[in-house]
């Protein structure tokens, strides 16, 4: 069995008003993770992303260039413990 993977991820940089969040939301669906992504009131971009460690490193290193428009400065990426509830599905939050 492949283990799973949880990372928070804080994102800086031209990261708001890019379409960051519908993106990364797309990218993740697309890699089969789960978790959320929403704005932060200091201009970044929060993410906590839950799948497969490939499935997840993958996200990783997309959210280092993000979008077309995005202008990624630096990542932040925290390893997260296994809840005892697995997250579904990937959402945008407000």
């Excluded at 929403?38 to 993000?66: F, I, M, Q, T, Y």
């Amino acid at each position: 069995m492949e283990s799973t993977r949880r990372v928070r991820l804080e994102i800086y940089g031209k990261v708001q008003g890019v379409f960051y969040r519908a993106s990364t939301r797309d990218k993740a669906r697309q890699l089969g993770v789960a978790g959320w992504v929403r704005n932060r009131p200091n201009g970044s971009v929060e993410a906590l992303a839950e799948g497969s460690e490939e499935a997840v490193e993958k996200l990783v290193k997309w959210c280092h260039d993000g979008p077309q428009h995005a202008r990624v400065d630096r990542v932040e990426v925290t390893d997260e413990p296994d809840a005892d509830q697995a997250i579904t599905g990937f959402e945008v939050r407000r």
